[in-house]
């Protein structure tokens, strides 16, 4: 695992380094399959940890995804006002986790 989340933090510190928008895509896209990737071996907490420390959307809210965190892929839509998404992320996950839509509620 150490060696993934090493990979994975590499690709993020370059990620910022970056001023080409072409490259930061490719980038992101190379972190995005390592995450994605059912043969990578890195340890879920940390790279959640890294994506989130590293202001990393696609991977964070990917990692909440896999680890069922579901409550907090709904909080990071709120917080950026994007309540379409945070709609759909009810509809998605609602059915494993029901308390969204009170959540929701309770945040509009």
Request: hydrophobic letters at 35%.
């Amino acid at each position: 695992p150490h060696v993934w989340n090493t990979l994975i933090e590499y690709n993020l510190d370059l990620m910022k380094t970056l001023t080409d928008t072409e490259a930061k895509k490719n980038v992101e896209t190379k972190i995005m399959n390592i995450l994605t990737n059912d043969r990578s071996n890195y340890d879920p907490e940390q790279a959640l940890v890294l994506c989130r420390l590293n202001n990393f959307a696609p991977g964070f809210v990917y990692m909440y995804q896999k680890c069922g965190l579901y409550e907090e892929i709904l909080k990071y839509h709120f917080q950026a006002a994007n309540y379409e998404e945070g709609i759909l992320t009810c509809r998605r996950f609602g059915p494993q986790n029901p308390n969204l839509w009170v959540s929701a509620l309770q945040s509009v």
